[in-house]
Structures are given as C-alpha cells and as structure tokens.
C-alpha cells in the first residue's frame, strides 16, 4: 500500500492534466479560482523525462473541467504513457472537485485515481502583489487504509505577464524529501487559449523534465 501510494503521487505531480485538474498549464500548483458557471476548460500536455529508474519516458495527458456553480468545478484527467511501451498505455482516469471557499483567494480540492481508495486533498491560497499572482498549496495523500500512513505535500508557483507572455516558476516538496522546481513561458494565442512549454529538475536528483502543451477555455 505505501508502494501503491507513492506512486499515486508522483503521477499526481508528474504532469498537471495527468493527475488531476490543476492551475493552467504548464503548473501543477493549483490557483484558487474556479472555473465559471456552465464553462469549460480543456489542457492537454506532453512530458519528456527520465524515471526514477534513469529510463527514458514520455507521457502526455488531457484534462476537462466544467463549472458546476459559482464556487465549485469538476475535472476529469486521463494519462497515456508513449514511453516505455506497455501493454496499458492508457493511465487511469481520476476525477477532481474544487470548491472556492472565498473567490480567487481561498479553495479546497479533493481528487481520487478512479478504483482506488487513495485520495488527494487540497488546500489553495493565492494572492496578487502588483502584476505578480502567488500561489500557494498544501496536500495530503490519504493511503485509504487506516494502518497506513499518508503523506504530505507543498507547492508555491508565481505568474508574472509580460504582453502576450506570462512567465511562470513553481517549486514543490513531498513528504520524505523529494520534490520539482520548474521554469515556463505561456503564450497566448488569443483570449481563452494559450501554447505553453517549460523545463523542471527533480530535487532529490539530477533527473530533468521537458513539458509542453496548450490550454482552452470555452
């Protein structure tokens, strides 16, 4: 089971559209806000990286989230796995909800691997310093198992707009000493669609990752 949770995890992490619905791409530190009433939107990513077996790896994924109210969305992600090849290239999918507690400033999320006990709960904080946009995470993986302990995880990110450009930087830690910083460029290509791309550095290892993708709202 703590196998089964680690690596629960770690696919959270890995990729923002592969795990569960996070902040616009390519972050995996979520924002406080919440997607609008009856709108949707929709990222897909793709990441080139080393495992922690120093195998050479390519994932992509595809997230949709829909605004069930004013406060609150819900989000379906799914994972594919190009590289190494296995048999079931397609992850499972996990199913997220988030609730905005006080709009764009305050939420809490809950978010499950479908078919499985762990979960993954969210507290997100974010904040505006001039054109600077913070933001702020605490999480804890439940191993859905009583005599099994679970872990705990942070996340700080920040946006900076620069015309048509935001640059973006996160940093996050899990519990036990691992973690990813990252660095990233956006690139809107109109109102309600960007391009993205950015490079990250495993903490615990001089393991990098390359990611891409693009995000829509409609």
């Known amino acids: 089971m703590v196998a089964t949770s680690a690596a629960l995890l770690g696919g959270l992490l890995l990729a923002a559209p592969s795990g569960r619905a996070f902040a616009a791409y390519p972050l995996a ?3 406080a806000g919440t997607v609008k009433r009856d709108s949707c939107e929709l990222e897909a990513s793709y990441d080139d990286y080393r495992d922690e077996a120093d195998l050479a790896s390519r994932a992509g994924g595809l997230s949709f989230k829909h605004g069930v109210t004013d406060r ?16 079931g290239r397609v992850g499972a999918a996990s199913l997220a909800l ?15 691997e479908l078919g499985e006990k762990e979960y993954f709960l969210n507290g997100i904080l974010s904040g505006e310093f001039g054109a600077l946009k913070a933001h702020l995470n605490a999480g804890y993986l439940s191993s859905g ?4 302990a679970g872990s705990a995880s942070f ?16 940093l996050r830690s899990e519990e036990g000493g691992s973690g990813e910083a990252l660095l990233g460029l956006r690139y809107a290509l109109r109102e309600g669609l960007f391009v993205s791309a950015g ?12 990611t891409c993708g693009f995000h829509m709202e409609f």
Do not use: W
């Open 29 to 31: 530190t979520d924002d």
């Open 72 to 87: 609150m969305d819900i989000g379906l992600s799914l994972p594919y796995r190009f590289r190494p090849e296995t048999e």
């Open 98 to 112: 988030k609730f905005s507690l006080v709009p764009d400033r305050l939420a809490f999320s809950v978010s499950n």
């Open 145 to 148: 198992d009583e005599t099994t």
């Open 155 to 170: 996340g700080i990110a920040a946006e900076y707009p620069l015309s048509r450009y935001a640059a973006v930087a996160e």
């Open 199 to 210: 490079g990250a550095r495993r903490l615990e290892a001089a393991r990098y990752r390359f």
